[in-house]
């Protein structure tokens, strides 16, 4: 089946700082991907979705200020966090749909889980 | 809108023993329903959809899933459970079929926890 990866799959960092987190679809092309932000024991809440070539859309209540979305290519999209704070630690998945979506499937990443201090 | 219900945070089942997750759903037009599962610290992973067709949805790992329109209801199902099949398990619906189009929404999702 269809693989997505994130990097880092994990990451540390202090308060104030920035963190890019990637998304990649490794053996097909996505014109969509979705962020999601999942809190310990919770549901997977959408943030943003993110269409190549052209500005992410955000769900309500997601700063797109502090949360930047980058697709710049059919087989990548980046998040970054800007500015972290300790309320910004959590789990981040995304997922990615094929270009050729006739099966209406979509593809989780692993997630990257966000720790700042 | 659309929304999706998981009434169980938790469902304890002895291993060997039939399975049932519960779901429904509320959606303005055709539902797309899909289930999936999730391990500790990992993404999730697709276990089943309903498009159209059959109500009766077969998908990986021996699950299946009833479509039941009248009630609104998306049930996930196995008939004998297995200890491997503990995980974290999340009901979605998307309002339309395309997922380059349409929006999932998740269902808080159930602990299923399958005892020796």
């Known amino acids: 089946g269809a693989v997505v990866s994130q990097h880092p799959s994990w990451v540390i960092c202090k308060s104030g700082t920035s963190v890019k987190i990637e998304c990649r679809s490794l053996?097909?092309?996505?014109?969509?991907m979705f962020w999601y932000r999942q809190f310990p024991k919770q549901s997977l809440m959408l943030m943003a979705t993110?269409?190549?070539?052209?500005?992410?859309?955000?769900e309500q209540g997601v700063e797109k200020d502090k949360f930047l979305i980058n697709h710049a290519s059919l087989t990548l999209s980046t998040l970054t966090v800007t500015s972290a704070h300790p309320e910004d630690s959590s789990f981040y998945i995304c997922?990615?749909?094929?270009?050729?979506?006739?099966?209406?499937?979509?593809?989780f990443g692993p997630g990257t889980r966000l720790t700042v201090l | 809108a659309q929304s999706v219900a998981q009434p169980e945070d938790q469902v304890n089942v002895a291993e060997g023993n039939p399975l049932t997750v519960k779901c429904t759903y509320s959606?303005?037009?055709?539902?797309?329903l899909f289930w999936y599962v999730q391990y500790p610290n990992r993404g999730l992973q697709f276990l089943l959809k309903?498009?159209?067709?059959?109500?009766l949805v077969k998908g990986s790992y021996g699950f299946e899933a009833e479509f039941n329109k009248s009630q609104t209801s998306f049930h996930l199902k196995k008939p004998s459970a297995l200890v491997s099949d503990s995980a974290l398990y999340f009901c979605?619906?998307?309002?339309?079929?395309?997922?380059?189009?349409?929006?999932?929404?998740f269902g808080d999702g159930t602990t299923l926890t399958v005892k020796p």
């Open positions: 959606v303005s037009g055709n539902p797309y």
């Open positions: 993110s269409n190549e070539g052209s500005k992410a859309t955000y």
């Open positions: 979605a619906v998307r309002d339309v079929p395309n997922t380059n189009a349409g929006k999932s929404t």
């Open positions: 053996d097909f092309q996505a014109t969509t």
């Open positions: 309903y498009i159209t067709g059959d109500n």
């Open positions: 997922s990615a749909s094929p270009l050729v979506n006739s099966r209406n499937e979509q593809f």
